[in-house]
């Protein structure tokens, strides 16, 4: 028999495996998957970024998010949650770039 310490050891690697498998990004589809890489993938060099590229950057995440709406299983609330913060930053790092036009 196990000890009642084991027990309770395997039940919770059970159940933290569980919820670990069901938001893991490796469980995301791969049709939109791949647009979700390229879109928030950028985000380390968006400060290079032109406003067109900036524009083009939050349609598509404005597009992705709609498809992710309709067609994401489990992990939609997360790869959602993750979009909208990609999408946000280029919105900044947009204004902000076009608040320093003016004074230049």
Request: hydrophobic share 35%.
């Amino acid at each position: 028999m196990l000890s009642s310490t084991r027990k309770i050891f395997f039940i919770l690697l059970i159940v933290l495996g569980g919820c670990l498998w069901q938001v893991s990004p490796c469980a995301a589809s791969d049709e939109w998957r791949s647009e979700f890489d390229r879109i928030c993938g950028v985000v380390e060099k968006a400060g290079e970024l032109s406003s067109t590229e900036l524009s083009q950057l939050i349609t598509d995440s404005n597009t992705l998010e709609k498809r992710i709406e309709t067609e994401g299983g489990k992990e939609k609330k997360l790869y959602l949650f993750r979009l909208k913060k990609c999408r946000n930053f280029f919105q900044f790092i947009l204004e902000s770039n076009n608040l320093k036009k003016p004074s230049q």
